[in-house]
């Protein structure tokens, strides 16, 4: 059985301030009980009581925020009047914690107006025990209420999800890493006369949530009373007023003109990839495809934060001369680079990947540690956009340099990432620099090798944004994992867009990691500006780079 009682030493409480922006956002003096808070679609899935519900929904259309409230609700009231436990299991860490802020502000709200007591946010170390008896610890936050009952959200699936006796919420459950074995474990529940409330947009149309879907309309969990699927649109959200929530969340107002542009450009931020908004928002799954590297792999890769170092030029930096040019970029090396280039380990083997871009997405730079487990961690990232090919060349090299016990680095060398990846082999030996075409053959025959090890749990990267996003882009596409042609917004800078770069430069890292040199060969040496000399006679007759 799952354990409940945390472990010594564990338990802390979780400030305000850590909850998800999210969370924080819900305005002072917010009621969810008052009169037109909840959507007429909230309220529907809310009067659905059956032991199985499904929710089958458009990306953002509130059924999480509504299940918050009626689970707080019912973790607040009296066993003889139903009340119950509630165990949330998200596909991230972060889901799990939005999802426990919510239920913090709704308690407060309902507990204090009726005279109850809650507890703070705990967070602590949930016990669980397969039936092997194996234990693991999985990070969990709670909250306890005066009827003796509480919600717990988990970082990730217990093993043993028969013995969360009670109401079970598993959300974006098509995105968990094993779908088929959260959904299995979920129904034994109903033996024991628990609840299970699965939430998800799709995920493919192989994908067996969707599955689940089909067999719950088709009857094969019984009738209506028994299992429900409900179905919610993006659009079914928006006729029901979800752009005025946004703008009363927000403290703004609401405007026919401003929903307008609001609802298109939410549409057109998935540009020419139909198949991928008639997917996440109007809940119509793909035919094939879907995300390769599932949310709670990405989650357990990305332990803490640590340095991701950008560059952005802009146009007038590249009209200045090379020597001012070199010059500023010693400069930003000696500032940004040099120390984070002192705490590397010196005692493990280093490997480096590298997708260049020069004016459209990011060029990235990925170190990578090979510990004595054979773990790869990546110390920290550098990410330049419109940045001279000059430039690119001396961060690159000051990395190369730098690195301890460097055992190669692999390259995008399509196009115009030919170019540096030459003049690299040149400085550190042919041997060393891996000049990789990205063609589907290769994508086929090394992405898998990379997707592999996040299911292994061998990567530990910096906690970021702009990465979890480059890594969730990787799709399958007709049976190969690979990033699609469509760009998307950088998260950190809506200006600017990205092509699913931070994955491009792990798998190249990955790619170099198992094919790794024995030792540093001797190297051409010569100052920043004979090196950018050498650059321009490079390609000095060769056609004008085009962006990539």
């Known amino acids: 059985?799952?354990?409940?009682?945390?472990?010594?030493?564990?338990?802390?409480?979780?400030?305000?301030?850590?909850?998800?922006?999210?969370?924080?956002?819900?305005?002072?003096?917010?009621?969810?009980?008052?009169?037109?808070?909840?959507?007429?679609?909230?309220?529907?899935?809310?009067?659905?009581?059956?032991?199985?519900?499904?929710?089958?929904?458009?990306?953002?259309?509130?059924?999480?925020?509504?299940?918050?409230?009626?689970?707080?609700?019912?973790?607040?009231?009296?066993?003889?009047?139903?009340?119950?436990?509630?165990?949330?299991?998200?596909?991230?860490k972060e889901k799990g914690l939005e999802f426990i802020g919510y239920c913090a502000k709704f308690a407060r709200v309902i507990m204090e107006a009726q005279g109850q007591g809650i507890s703070d946010i705990e967070a602590f170390l949930f016990e669980d025990q397969d039936e092997k008896g194996n234990t693991k610890h999985i990070a969990a936050y709670r909250i306890r209420f005066a009827s003796g009952f509480q919600i717990v959200a988990l970082s990730s699936r217990p093993s043993n999800i028969r013995g969360l006796q009670g109401i079970v919420v598993i959300d974006e459950a098509a995105f968990h890493a094993d779908v088929q074995g959260v959904l299995d474990a979920a129904t034994a529940l109903l033996i024991w006369?628990?609840?299970?409330?699965?939430?998800?947009?799709?995920?493919?149309?192989?994908?067996?949530?969707?599955?689940?879907?089909?067999d719950i309309n088709n009857g094969m969990y019984g009738d209506k009373t028994e299992a429900v699927v409900y179905k919610v649109t993006f659009d079914d959200a928006v006729a029901n007023g979800l752009y005025e929530r946004v703008c009363l969340m927000k403290g703004q107002a609401a405007t026919e003109e401003g929903k307008k542009r609001w609802y298109n450009r939410i549409r057109n931020a998935y540009g020419p990839r139909k198949a991928a908004m008639r997917e996440e928002l109007d809940a119509i799954p793909r035919d094939s495809g879907g995300m390769c590297i599932p949310g709670v792999w990405i989650e357990r890769a990305m332990p803490q934060v640590r340095p991701v170092q950008r560059l952005v030029c802009d146009d007038d930096f590249e009209h200045l001369s090379a020597a001012e040019r070199t010059k500023w970029g010693k400069v930003w090396i000696r500032a940004n680079l040099d120390p984070l280039f002192g705490p590397l380990d010196q005692q493990v083997r280093y490997v480096a990947g590298m997708?260049?871009?020069?004016?459209?997405?990011?060029?990235?730079?990925?170190?990578?540690?090979?510990?004595?487990?054979?773990?790869?961690?990546?110390?920290?990232?550098?990410?330049?956009?419109?940045?001279?090919?000059?430039?690119?060349i001396q961060i690159l090299w000051s990395l190369l340099r730098a690195l301890p016990n460097f055992r190669g680095v692999a390259i995008d060398a399509t196009g115009p990432g030919l170019g540096l990846a030459e003049l690299t082999a040149d400085e550190f030996g042919w041997s060393m620099v891996h000049q990789v075409d990205l063609s589907r053959k290769w994508y086929g025959e090394w992405m898998p090798k990379m997707t592999k090890g996040f299911e292994d749990g061998i990567y530990d990267l910096p906690r970021d944004v702009s990465i979890e996003s480059d890594l969730r882009a990787v799709e399958s596409i007709d049976g190969i994992p690979m990033v699609p042609k469509v760009q998307r917004k950088d998260l950190k800078d809506p200006d600017l867009y990205r092509h699913g770069d931070f994955a491009i430069a792990l798998a190249l890292g990955e790619y170099a990691a198992l094919n790794q040199v024995a030792s540093m060969p001797t190297v051409i040496t010569g100052s920043p500006r004979a090196m950018v000399q050498r650059t321009h006679r490079f390609l000095e007759g060769r056609p004008p780079m085009t962006a990539y």
């Open 1 to 92: 059985m799952a354990a409940l009682a945390p472990l010594k030493d564990t338990q802390r409480t979780i400030d305000w301030e850590e909850l998800p922006a999210k969370v924080r956002n819900i305005p002072e003096g917010f009621d969810p009980l008052s009169e037109g808070v909840l959507m007429k679609h909230q309220a529907e899935w809310i009067k659905i009581k059956c032991p199985v519900k499904a929710g089958e929904k458009g990306r953002r259309t509130g059924i999480t925020f509504c299940e918050a409230l009626d689970d707080t609700i019912t973790a607040g009231t009296r066993k003889e009047a139903g009340g119950d436990n509630v165990y949330y299991i998200g596909d991230t």
């Open 193 to 214: 006369g628990g609840k299970i409330r699965i939430i998800s947009t799709h995920n493919g149309i192989d994908n067996p949530f969707n599955q689940l879907i089909r």
């Open 355 to 392: 997708d260049f871009a020069r004016h459209r997405h990011f060029s990235v730079i990925a170190p990578i540690a090979i510990t004595s487990q054979l773990m790869r961690r990546v110390p920290f990232v550098i990410e330049m956009q419109n940045v001279p090919l000059g430039q690119q």
